[in-house]
């Protein structure tokens, strides 16, 4: 039983990671495509490219670095010294 609980979170681990990956390759594509559209109608070809793109990233650093501050404090809170979920006991 423990083999497929293994398993299990192996494979939810690949998921996680493809599915962040496809976000990260598709906002960046799309935000390009966005500045480069924007850059032909105005005549500026390489300017607003360039600053979506670096939105783009600059957007998903940030999203990414909030979404593991969440995920580390829930964390955090379960494991077993701080006496939260994980199954430890409270000090006292």
């Not at 496809?22 to 966005?34: K, N, S, V």
């Not at 990414?64 to 006991?89: D, I, N, S, V």
């Amino acid at each position: 039983m423990d083999d497929l609980k293994g398993r299990r979170e192996l494979y939810q681990g690949f998921t996680d990671t493809f599915v962040k990956g496809l976000e990260f390759a598709l906002t960046l594509a799309i935000f390009g495509a966005m500045g480069y559209g924007l850059d032909r109608l105005a005549g500026t070809l390489p300017i607003l490219t360039v600053v979506f793109v670096v939105l783009g990233v600059v957007g998903l650093a940030t999203k990414t670095y909030y979404a593991y501050e969440a995920k580390m404090q829930g964390l955090e809170a379960a494991a077993p010294w701080r006496g939260g979920r994980g199954g430890g006991h409270a000090a006292g």
